[in-house]
């Protein structure tokens, strides 16, 4: 156990003196404090310990991580304040400037992607319904007959507040809020923000965007998902695109599918875009499970339904060909006038 600690603070050491900026600075923090840091994959070992030693041990590691947390703020505070001297020396103000024909806003990629996908919708005769980003534990995983033990609902993955609310981790909620509340038919979108526990990386952001479509009513089919979804398939990426389902597993849809378009830049042969694969995964979908019809208090003897939940930050960095999501928040206008 000692030896573990001693090349813990040896590593740390050295890894705290590559840390020159921010990234580097975040870099370190994911690498020991992170859901795979090594600081977790030293409390797996606990497991092999006396009760004793793993008293002592986990007292070690709480110990570790206060002081990590403290030289993280620390050092980000001193970072900042680094780059932001460095920038006032760099960079001269011209007063004189006339910014006033300069500073014309851009649309947002995602403001764009989401503005198309309602677009595509609306044609064909859904509306729009918002829900709240502060969701019940009800509406977001057990009416949507999440099992209780379902891993997404783990504090590691979730953000939640006390008094059964949280941060939403998808769009889902919407449909119970819907089908709770409105007359059948169904035919519904909801656009908005999501959020989870995921590190920040190229292809992973805590806060991100969905897209959520119901449709219930009577004697709605798997073919009608389909041809719905091969429509807005080709709305959006071009007439020649093919879908492809392959089955999955949502608690709250049975049966269950993701889809993948065929890839836009080669057509399906296999590309760098679309990593030799010829097809690029969208979203997933599938027939409204029974038990989620009946706890909005919708026969489902009767009525069938089905719904789909699309991510909107990785259309829109499909479509604009952006290949680190992090571009999507960080304002850099540079980036952003592009759109
Ligand atoms: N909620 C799912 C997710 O966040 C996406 C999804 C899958 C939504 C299937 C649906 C659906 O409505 O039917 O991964």
Redesign the pocket.
Known sequence: MKEKFDKLYLDLETDKNDIKSLSTLNDFRVKYLGKKGSLKLMMKDMANLTNEQRKEFGKKVNEVRDELEKFIAEKAKEIELIEVNKKLEEEDIDVTIDFEDELSGTRHPISLAMKELVTIFTALGYKMNEGPEIETVFNNFDA?NSPIDHPSRSENDTFYFSDGLLLR????GV?IRTMKSEELPIRMISPGR?FRKDELDATHSPMFH?F???VVGENITMSDLKGTLTRFAKDMFGEETKIIFRP?D?P??EP?AEMDVSCFKCGGEGCKFCGGNGAIEI????M?HPKVLERCGIDSTKYSG??????IDRIAMLKYEIDDIRLLYQNDRRFLEQF
């Open positions: 949507l981790t998808h769009t889902s449909q999501c969905q959520e479509g119901l999955h949502f709250f849809t269950s979203l997933g979908g599938g409204v089905f719904a789909f939940g699309i991510g």
